[in-house]
């Protein structure tokens, strides 16, 4: 049996998702003539209350159009060091905005309100870019699917609002703390100008991600995604999986979290783990002593994939395809190592 814990996006449509594609009505989006992707997009704006919602063919094309529509050449943004929009969209925040990042050093990927305040330069000392965006991230990915407590979001707002910055939550994950904590779409739609959140990660559709925000920001959202290359066609059979996805494939978010801290827990009792990260969501990061490249092929030669983050940091990320059965299957695959003292 293969067991493949390297993302969450390798998940493979289920047969009534299937069905929900091969059934879809479609016409021409470039005309906003597909009425699937029209319906969908209305659902995920009405979902966090927000004026207007556009469907990107992936996550990074839509951070990428929201750093775009907030900033002009030679402002900068402030970010983690972790951060998405830093470290895995290949450098778009220079290529596509001419925009630079203010890193924080923050706690799992998160950052807090005073660090926000002290990274804003001072928009009359000329030397320096001027600041116009910050951009969380909830969940972290590089930080361990860490949730943002609401709290600091908020004072982050206010940092926001105080400074005149834009606000952008890279929300590819964000399904997943909804989930943890409990909270709702509606509370983030009310913090951030705007928000782009993932199809193809947790909720398991083969692409696509949904950028949201008020009026006046996203009446240019359309033209920035156009000059991408995003604007799609018939791609109604896509926004039907990600229809069907948000009506189906949300709450059962606790049943990835509860197999990560299982894992967790299971890691916990393995001579050879010097560490596990605390589990928030469906991302387990833990620390191995001895040989990590010996552990990943052993590991490999049992039908289980994972990768390596650098640094002796390795990562398994639960998902839909995850099943009952693989999960129980891993365990006890896993639990044989316990007898071992390391892993030469
Ligand atoms: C996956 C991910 C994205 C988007 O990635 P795409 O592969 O471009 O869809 C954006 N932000 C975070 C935090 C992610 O984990």
Redesign the pocket.
């Known amino acids: 049996m293969k067991i493949d814990l390297r ?1 969450d ?1 390798v998940t493979k449509p289920t047969p009534e998702m299937l069905e929900a594609i091969m059934n879809a009505e479609v016409g021409d989006d470039v005309y906003k003539e597909d009425p699937t992707v029209n319906a969908l997009e209305e659902k995920v704006a009405t979902m966090f209350g927000k004026d207007a919602a556009l469907f990107f ?7 990428q159009a929201a750093i775009k529509l907030h900033t002009q050449p030679g402002e900068q943004l402030i970010a983690d060091q972790y ?3 830093y470290n ?2 290949g450098g778009g925040v220079s290529f596509n905005s001419g925009v630079s990042c203010k890193l924080i050093n923050g706690h799992r990927g998160m950052i807090t309100a005073s660090q926000v305040e002290s990274s804003i330069n001072p928009p009359d000392f000329y030397h320096s870019p001027l600041t116009s965006l910050v951009c969380i ?1 909830n ?4 930080g361990g699917g860490a949730c943002y407590n609401f709290e600091e979001i908020k004072k982050i707002k206010e940092v926001c609002v105080t400074h005149n910055l834009g606000y952008h939550l ?4 964000l399904w997943n703390a909804l989930v943890a904590k409990e909270e709702t779409a509606l509370e983030y739609g009310k913090m951030f100008d705007t928000i ?1 959140v ?1 199809l ?2 947790g909720l398991g559709t083969p ?3 949904v950028l949201l925000g008020d009026a006046k920001i996203m009446e240019n959202a359309i033209r920035v995604r156009k000059v991408l290359g995003g604007g799609m066609r018939q791609i109604g059979y896509m926004a039907a999986a990600g229809i069907y996805a948000l009506d189906h494939h949300i709450n059962r978010l606790t049943e990835d979290h509860r197999r990560a801290t299982e894992i967790g827990e299971m890691l916990q009792t393995l001579p050879f783990v010097t560490k596990v990260e605390p589990i928030d969501t469906n991302i387990v990061i833990f620390n191995i002593d001895g040989d990590e490249t010996h552990f990943i092929s052993e590991m490999e030669k049992q039908g289980v994939y994972f990768y390596s983050m650098g640094q002796g940091k390795l990562r398994f990320v639960t998902h839909l395809d995850y099943t009952a059965e693989k999960h129980s299957c891993f365990l006890e695959l896993l639990s044989k190592y316990a007898l071992k003292k390391a892993v030469q």
């Open positions: 993302s996006t063919p992936s996550g990074s094309m839509a951070n951060a998405h929009v895995y969209e991230e969940t972290t990915n590089k890279d929300g590819a994950r782009s993932c193809s990660k692409m696509g991600s």
